[in-house]
């Protein structure tokens, strides 16, 4: 039977010319449509990449002009002034809302980033700190209340242009499900068995019906709606792309979820101990 089925593969990719030939044939037309398959799969995620970036641009634009605002005021008000307390107070305020504007720009530029590295070992905590700082933006103005949980000494193996992606999406998801009802947003990081790190994203959100969980990492596959608002709606390849990424790195990604309850994306990665 093994024999007929190379026998027609050989008619139909080689010819006549006889099994090798027709195996060789195969071959290099199955090299050709991996390298093909790879290119898409790379596209894809620089796709990704840049409407990660776009989400974040349209997210973020108001708060930059939020910053700007009180820098000119304080500006214009300092330069008027004659007292030194005053004119010092007015620069320190100007000042503030200039750190906070560089560590906007920023998250910006590392979403916005194509470098990818390889895994190494790094501190959780301040990548998580970094992602809920990402989008410069007052979680409490959409009444979300945003908040980390790690150890400072709890490390992993990972790619951080790549986690920054992952973590960056899966937060824009979160505040979505939550928009216009408000709730709790959850970083953590902890140590697994294994020696792996597990890290978590959840949400008090509207939650992701059941019929849906086992689909939602499939490309292409997606329950928003295209809306009015630059920030809303998708293609379906975000978490697609989330869940490549974090496999690429020798991690895996999960989700658990409850219907008007909130979900949770379950992300472990090797630890220290996988670099050794």
């Keep these: ?24 044939a195969l071959g290099r ?17 620089e796709l990704q990449r840049l ?6 641009s349209a997210v973020v634009a108001h708060e930059i002009n939020n910053l700007l605002t009180p820098m000119i005021s304080y500006g214009q008000f300092a330069a008027g002034q004659s007292n030194p307390d005053v004119w010092r107070k007015a620069v320190d305020r100007a000042n503030d809302s200039a750190v906070r504007l560089r560590a906007l720009c920023n998250g910006i530029l590392g979403i916005a980033s194509n470098v990818r590295t390889h895994p190494s070992v ?3 905590k301040p990548l998580l700190e970094e992602t809920l700082y990402a989008l410069g933006r007052d979680w409490k103005k959409d009444k979300i209340d945003a908040a980390c949980e790690a150890e400072d000494s709890l490390v992993a193996c990972f790619d951080t242009g790549a986690m920054r992606q992952v973590l960056f999406n899966l937060s824009i998801n ?14 953590r990081a ?13 949400d008090t959100g509207m939650g992701i019906p059941p019929e849906n969980l086992p689909r939602i990492f499939e490309p292409f596959f997606t329950t928003k709606r295209r809306e009015t608002r630059s920030d809303s709606g998708g293609v379906g390849l ?21 219907v008007g309850e909130g979900t949770t994306f379950l992300i472990e990665l090797p ?6």
Excluded: W
């Design 1 to 24: 039977m093994l024999d007929k089925d190379r026998s027609n593969i050989t008619e139909d990719v080689g010819g006549g010319d006889g099994p090798l030939v027709g195996d060789v």
């Design 271 to 276: 630890g220290a101990a996988s670099n050794a």
């Design 238 to 258: 975000g978490l697609y792309v989330c869940r490549c990424l974090v496999e690429e790195q020798g991690g895996s990604i999960a989700v658990e979820s409850r």
């Design 29 to 45: 037309k199955l090299g050709l449509l991996e390298a093909q398959f790879s290119l898409l799969s790379d596209q894809v995620r």
């Design 122 to 124: 790094s501190a959780i």
């Design 190 to 202: 902890e140590a697994h068995h294994g020696g792996r790190v597990r890290l978590s994203v959840s």
């Design 51 to 56: 409407a990660s970036l776009g989400t974040m």
């Design 174 to 187: 979160a505040r979505q499900a939550m928009m216009g009802r408000g709730g709790r947003l959850r970083l």
